[in-house]
Nanobody, 124 residues
Framework: VQLVESGGGLVQPGGSLRLSCAVSGVDSDHYNIGWFRQAPGKEREGVSCISSSDNSTYYRASVKGRFTISRDNAKNTVYLQMNSLKPEDTAVYHC??????????????????WGQGTQVTVSS
């Protein structure tokens, strides 16, 4: 499984970005896909995930209502739409794939395959 993130960049507070996670080597709809982030000096944390079984989605509390995860199976890509961005959203964002569990989760130990990450910086 190979994952490649894109769509990061510099945005002002209140702005929006859409991250993409392009999956290759497998059909992404058979995998749980998670988005994680890591800021300098902080631990990696789960942001959102989408389950392979029924496309159910989960979000960490701090992004709920602002971020939306979705799949495009035809493009084998998972997206993370991020709105109303805040400076505390600044981090390197990674997507990850899990093919073992029925449901996705926000614990990074569940995921075996990771992308290289894309930087998101929210600053005025």
């Amino acid at each position: 499984v190979q994952l490649v993130e894109s769509g990061g960049g510099l945005v002002q507070p209140g702005g929006s970005l859409r991250l993409s996670c392009a999956v290759s080597g497998v059909d992404s709809d058979h995998y749980n896909i998670g988005w994680f982030r890591q800021a300098p000096g902080k631990e990696r944390e789960g942001v959102s995930c989408i389950s392979s079984s029924d496309n159910s989605t989960y979000y960490r509390a701090s992004v709920k209502g602002r971020f939306t995860i979705s799949r495009d199976n035809a493009k084998n890509t998972v997206y993370l739409q991020m709105n109303s961005l805040k400076p505390e959203d600044t981090a390197v964002y990674h997507c990850a794939a899990d093919g073992r569990y029925v449901w996705c989760g926000l614990g990074y130990g569940q995921y075996n395959d990771w992308g290289q990450g894309t930087q998101v910086t929210v600053s005025s």
